[in-house]
């Protein structure tokens, strides 16, 4: 069935609310939902809201949280989401982020006790459309070994950038660290398909093409060692900074039941004009899009998600039958 973005932002809304969701929370999870899913981010979409209306039914979300800035010194601050899904926080880190970086030229703002954040090149855009360079990580629960490891230590620990432009969208970077989307591996395994060497290791640690082995075992970074070097990159400025949960002391998203997870968020932003200035920050930028884009072929970091957000908006989104009758089930409390 499709739905206009505004119709299915309200289902969602009802839906979550009903699980127990203060209208904050539900309106501003709802609202990055329905964008992931325009997008193309079915992942980090609609499939997510019977999941989290899980963890606020179960406890693994505090539905009355409200986040709040627990310590700040200048272009700095950390906020605690108090349990409760994470985009209420992200949306007071995103305003700390922008007005303490105009001030001080740079800011960090880091967010603890969290949940899963989704797509998080959605966060940064909105922080390049005010003019300003943002930076987000996130840890997740355990997925990858560490660099010579094997067992699951850290998450996918997705990475985004964004950069104004002049006159036209952000270039939006959002990736995880891992070498493929365990959704993947997910389905590999439910229609009984093999997975590619170098996706993930089994729960012995060694290579392999079972995707219901890998699903017990662990996920490989990208790149090697070189990713998982990354992935802890992330680990550590998402928690060591933040007094988060590691992704190893997080219960996995994918199980009915566990603790609430404690993950940490981050922003890093920064004012171009602390620099070489919006001008000439926008000139270099532009410099370089157009020496990239002399390639045929080359597409910009985002281009294809703004394009299906556009259309989007335009003709409303197509949801599956089993996931919209799951939304619909769960408005009633």
């Known amino acids: 069935m499709r739905l206009s973005l505004t119709e299915a932002e309200t289902l969602v809304t009802a839906a979550l609310s009903a699980s127990g969701a203060g209208p904050e929370m539900a ?38 949280a409200t986040p709040r800035i627990i310590n700040e010194r200048g272009g700095a601050a950390l906020i605690d989401a108090g349990h409760g899904l994470a985009y209420p926080a992200l949306a007071l880190a995103e305003q700390e982020a922008a007005w303490r970086a105009r001030g001080h030229g740079i800011a960090f703002v880091g967010i603890t006790n969290s949940h899963h954040s989704g797509a998080m090149g959605l966060p940064v855009r909105r922080l390049a459309e005010q003019g300003l360079v943002a930076l987000a990580f996130t840890n997740s629960p355990a997925a990858m070994p560490v660099p010579g490891g094997r067992r699951p230590l850290m ?9 104004p432009r002049r006159a036209a969208p952000p270039l939006v970077i959002d990736m995880a660290l891992s070498e493929v989307a365990r959704g993947k591996i997910m389905v590999a395994a439910k229609e009984g398909r093999a997975i590619p060497e170098g996706w993930a290791l089994d729960a012995e640690g060694r290579p392999t093409t079972d995707a219901k082995a890998a699903l ?33 002391e997080a219960d996995s998203f994918f199980q009915d039941e566990g603790n609430r997870p404690r993950l940490g968020q981050a922003l890093l932003v920064i004012d171009p004009g602390a620099l070489a200035g919006a001008d000439g920050f926008a000139a270099r930028i532009e410099t370089l899009i157009t020496a990239m884009q002399a390639d045929e072929g080359v597409r910009l970091p985002g281009a294809k998600r703004d394009a299906q957000s556009a259309r989007a908006g335009a003709e409303g989104i197509e949801i599956p039958d089993a996931v919209l009758a799951k939304i619909k089930a769960l408005t009633t409390p």
């Open 27 to 64: 309106s501003r999870t709802a609202a990055a939902l329905v964008a992931a899913e325009a997008a193309g981010q079915a992942g980090h979409g609609l499939s997510r809201v019977a999941q989290y209306a899980a963890f606020l039914r179960n406890g693994r979300a505090d539905g009355k």
């Open 216 to 248: 017990s075992g662990a996920m490989l970074a990208m790149g090697g060692t070189k990713g998982a070097l990354l992935a802890l990159i992330v680990e550590l400025l998402c928690c060591a900074l933040t007094g988060a949960a590691f992704g190893f």
């Open 155 to 163: 998450g996918t620990n997705p990475v985004a950038a964004a950069f």
